[in-house]
């Protein structure tokens, strides 16, 4: 099933994103192919702006989560489409800062910056630090004075919402390698600490409650938790906090079982729930952040494979094996994430095989999915995987010393490439005698 609206199927019976024949694109760009909608993505930001503007009176602003995929030009995208950038090492903030990224619309997280990570968001006039830690808390102030500058932070809080999505990438729990606990107080503490150090203001809280969520409950219940705990820190500490990052995670169709809530739902309900808590507290309205990551991107983007070989065995299964898998879409490995699959050179065929996906790595479970119906495959079919615009390429490896696969964007009915395709050159590059 075809979701995404920047896919179709063309006269030839072949697989089109943006308007173009996938085929084409396979054979002049070559295959693993990475194929984003630059529409799309734009589209994806505005859903995320116009909401703002409709349900918040654009007293917010919407930050591209990077970690879902960052390169310059997706950064160069979100910053003409007035949006800010979350970045969550030095790599992303390099990458922003290179593509002109307004800094004071940079977002800093990560819950082990190193020292090296903050002198150079110091150094480049980063926006907000999401300060994750008491040792981080006392290392930014101390790096602060060393430079003569100022930081505006945020705490990364877990408020102890049990977001029902796979465990790996469930975040707002107590037991959270990120942030500082709300529950047992130290939330309060770690405020209490920062508002007695010279070099740092605290502005704000920042939550995120896990990723590919459906439920709009969660999101109001974590906006409400968030909202009382401002109050509680204007209560206790006398402190006006005056940002509320309510983080990403919501949710995008993979397959016919996930249906996601129209982003404009969330930003109605959260804020719905933002003005009612701020209002029994006695507080002014906050500015809102969120941070989408796999919602801009996630459903813009397609992977091209050609398929390789395809190894039946008899009463046990069928291989497929394509030139790509775990290096450029670690997913399967890591979550047993669900993909749609079809064959882009008969895209309209019917679907009466059933294939489980292998990769060409060096390793058993490299597969990309498991009990997959496809038309009747042969070697030389390209094999297109839906959906795969967030966290492949970011997540993707070297492993077995493949290179990484290109990268191309298409907009307005042309494409153009956005990432070079790795060269063995590139992968021995820093290798020293
Ligand atoms: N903000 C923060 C602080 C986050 O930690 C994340 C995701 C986001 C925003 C963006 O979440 P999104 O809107 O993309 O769901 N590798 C996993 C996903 C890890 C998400 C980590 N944090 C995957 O492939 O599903």
Same mark, same amino acid.
């Given at each position: 099933?075809?979701?995404?609206?920047?896919?179709?199927?063309?006269?030839?019976?072949?697989?089109?994103?943006?308007?173009?024949?996938?085929?084409?694109?396979?054979?002049?760009?070559?295959?693993?192919?990475?194929?984003?909608?630059?529409?799309?993505?734009?589209?994806?930001?505005?859903?995320?702006?116009?909401?703002?503007?409709?349900? &918040?009176?654009?007293?917010?602003?919407?930050?591209?989560a990077s970690k879902a995929l960052?390169?310059?030009?997706?950064?160069?995208?979100?910053?003409?489409?007035?949006?800010?950038?979350?970045?969550?090492?030095?790599?992303?903030?390099?990458?922003?800062?290179?593509?002109?990224?307004?800094?004071?619309?940079? &977002?800093?997280?990560?819950?082990?910056?190193?020292?090296?990570?903050?002198?150079?968001?110091?150094?480049?006039?980063?926006?907000?630090?999401?300060?994750?830690?008491?040792?981080?808390?006392?290392?930014?102030?101390?790096?602060?004075?060393?430079?003569?500058?100022?930081?505006?932070?945020?705490?990364?809080?877990?408020?102890?919402?049990?977001?029902?999505?796979?465990?790996?990438?469930?975040?707002?729990?107590?037991?959270?390698?990120?942030?500082?606990?709300?529950?047992?107080?130290?939330?309060?503490?770690?405020?209490?600490?920062?508002?007695?150090?010279?070099?740092?203001?605290?502005?704000?809280?920042?939550?995120?409650?896990?990723?590919?969520?459906?439920?709009?409950?969660?999101?109001?219940?974590?906006?409400?938790?968030?909202?009382?705990?401002?109050?509680?820190?204007?209560?206790?500490?006398?402190?006006?906090?005056?940002?509320?990052?309510?983080?990403?995670?919501?949710?995008?169709?993979?397959?016919?079982?996930?249906?996601?809530?129209?982003?404009?739902?969330?930003?109605?309900?959260?804020?719905?729930?933002?003005?009612?808590?701020?209002?029994?507290?006695?507080?002014?309205?906050?500015?809102?952040?969120?941070?989408?990551g796999r919602?801009i991107v996630g459903?813009?983007?397609?992977?091209?494979?050609?398929?390789?070989?395809?190894?039946?065995?008899?009463?046990?299964?069928?291989?497929?094996?394509?030139?790509?898998?775990?290096?450029?879409?670690?997913?399967?490995?890591? &979550?047993?994430?669900?993909?749609?699959?079809?064959?882009?050179?008969?895209?309209?065929?019917?679907?009466?095989?059933?294939?489980?996906?292998?990769?060409?790595?060096?390793?058993?479970?490299?597969?990309?999915?498991?009990?997959?119906?496809?038309?009747?495959?042969?070697?030389?079919?390209?094999?297109?995987?839906?959906?795969?615009?967030a966290y492949?390429?970011s997540?993707?490896?070297?492993?077995?010393?493949?290179?990484?696969?290109?990268?191309?964007?298409?907009?307005?009915?042309?494409?153009?490439?956005?990432?070079?395709?790795?060269? &063995?050159?590139?992968?021995?590059?820093?290798?020293?005698?």
């Open positions: 099933m075809i979701t995404s609206t920047c896919l179709s199927i063309n006269e030839e019976n072949h697989l089109t994103i943006g308007g173009i024949d996938t085929t084409k694109l396979a054979a002049k760009y070559g295959t693993p192919l990475y194929v984003l909608d630059e529409d799309t993505i734009r589209a994806n930001c505005r859903l995320y702006t116009e909401s703002m503007n409709r349900f &918040y009176d654009g007293n917010g602003l919407i930050l591209y960052c390169n310059t030009a997706l950064c160069k995208i979100v910053a003409s489409e007035n949006m800010g950038v979350d970045v969550v090492s030095g790599g992303e903030l390099y990458t922003a800062h290179k593509a002109g990224v307004p800094m004071d619309k940079v &977002y800093f997280h990560g819950n082990n910056k190193t020292a090296d990570e903050l002198e150079l968001a110091l150094s480049l006039g980063v926006g907000r630090f999401i300060v994750d830690n008491r040792d981080e808390l006392l290392l930014l102030n101390s790096l602060c004075e060393k430079m003569g500058k100022k930081a505006s932070i945020l705490f990364r809080v877990t408020p102890g919402i049990d977001a029902h999505t796979h465990d790996f990438i469930m975040t707002g729990q107590i037991d959270c390698k990120f942030g500082v606990v709300l529950e047992t107080g130290d939330a309060m503490d770690i405020i209490r600490l920062a508002s007695t150090l010279e070099n740092v203001t605290v502005v704000g809280v920042h939550c995120h409650i896990g990723s590919q969520i459906f439920d709009l409950d969660p999101f109001c219940e974590a906006a409400k938790v968030m909202v009382n705990f401002m109050g509680d820190v204007k209560d206790t500490l006398g402190l006006t906090l005056t940002e509320l990052n309510l983080g990403g995670g919501f949710g995008i169709c993979y397959t016919e079982a996930d249906d996601p809530i129209p982003y404009d739902k969330y930003m109605e309900a959260v804020s719905k729930v933002v003005k009612e808590t701020t209002a029994k507290r006695g507080l002014p309205l906050p500015k809102i952040l969120m941070e989408p919602s459903s813009a983007g397609i992977t091209l494979y050609t398929v390789g070989s395809v190894k039946p065995i008899p009463d046990v299964r069928n291989y497929l094996a394509v030139d790509g898998g775990m290096g450029d879409n670690p997913r399967y490995m890591l &979550y047993e994430a669900e993909y749609e699959f079809l064959l882009a050179n008969r895209a309209g065929d019917e679907k009466n095989e059933v294939y489980t996906i292998a990769g060409k790595c060096c390793e058993s479970g490299d597969l990309l999915g498991e009990h997959i119906a496809l038309p009747k495959a042969k070697p030389g079919d390209v094999l297109a995987v839906l959906a795969t615009g492949n390429y997540m993707a490896s070297n492993y077995n010393r493949i290179p990484r696969p290109a990268m191309v964007m298409t907009s307005g009915g042309k494409e153009r490439v956005v990432v070079k395709r790795e060269t &063995y050159e590139d992968v021995i590059k820093n290798d020293c005698e």
